[in-house]
């Protein structure tokens, strides 16, 4: 808990980011995965410019609880590369 609202998680997250695209060349986009009450790590991944792109219900087990839905993160090489976040508009549904 001491290590709360200190900025170590964009500072780990963003060195960790570096270290897969600097040194796996072929690696085109990291992903991660939390739960959607830790508002901590969501916001840890949208400063270091990941994207949300998924939000996957009740998919979190609990034990002893009820599921919690999973929010999942990716980040491309390309926006990486420049600093900028590729969005893409979800208008994806069958009609």
Request: proline residues 3%; positive net charge.
């Amino acid at each position: 808990m001491a290590h709360r609202a200190t900025g170590f998680g964009v500072l780990a997250l963003r060195a960790l980011t570096a270290q897969v695209f600097t040194s796996y060349p072929a690696v085109t986009r990291l992903e991660g995965n939390t739960r959607d009450d830790n508002i901590a790590m969501r916001k840890t991944f949208l400063r270091c410019g990941f994207l949300k792109e998924a939000h996957y219900r009740e998919a979190w087990p609990i034990v002893g609880g009820t599921s919690r839905d999973t929010i999942a993160y990716g980040i491309l090489r390309k926006d990486w590369e420049t600093g900028a976040v590729t969005v893409f508009t979800w208008g994806d549904d069958p009609e």
